[in-house]
């Protein structure tokens, strides 16, 4: 097994609920339960009963099954996910990529984090949420080479971006603005006021924009039970 499918093998290993870490990584890669049990010899409905838990937890014969069908039927399609994944890097300086065991709702993410609500708030119950990744706005601006940007959002674009170093908001949210893939929330973290403009860009990109105080090592511990 390649390093792609040991990271997603592994994860489904040591979850708590290792059905939902499934249902995770298939809707990452975009699979419907059909088309999974067809190419695994079983029945859509017992990938459902997986998925919700219903069924004892897997054994390691049968995840390598469902990693190895969920890379060879993206593949069959380009493989664009997988290229994604397999580009992903885990250490860098810029930031910190965190991909959840199941998927959350950004309304409950939102609560989590004690967060306020700053713009589009309305929006945050039809997103869900697979992970979050902290940058440091300073250096993202400053330092990071814009051709790394697609690896902000590692496993899935389904994601919050939490900046740190924020002065106004203002940077970060231009740099979403000429960024081609956008987050599915942003949150500026440990400021007390957000800058008119970078309101206005959550407001025309559509992304619901957040603001909390909370520490990062609590930011983190909290998000760490998902």
Partial sequence: MDRLNVKI???????????????????????????LGEFMGISASTISDYEGNRRRSPGIVVVKRFVDALIELDMREGGAVTKR???ETKEDKFFETIDFSQALSATDFAKLI???????????????????????SIKIILEMPYTEFPKLY???PERAFV???????????????????????????????VDKLAVKIAQVEKIPLLLTKIGMDELRERLKKV
């Fill in 154 to 156: 590692g496993a899935s």
């Fill in 114 to 136: 004690d967060a306020k609500v700053i713009a589009n708030g309305e929006l945050l119950d039809a997103k869900r949420l697979y992970g979050y990744t902290v940058l440091d």
């Fill in 85 to 87: 994944l397999r580009e």
């Fill in 9 to 35: 093998a592994g994860e489904i290993a040591l979850s708590d609920k290792p059905g939902s870490t499934m249902k995770k990584w298939r809707e990452i890669f975009g699979i419907t339960q059909a088309e």
């Fill in 163 to 193: 900046f740190t170093e924020v002065s106004t908001g203002r940077s970060p949210l231009v740099v979403v603005r000429v960024s081609q893939i956008k987050p599915s929330v942003i949150v500026l973290h440990g400021i007390d006021k």
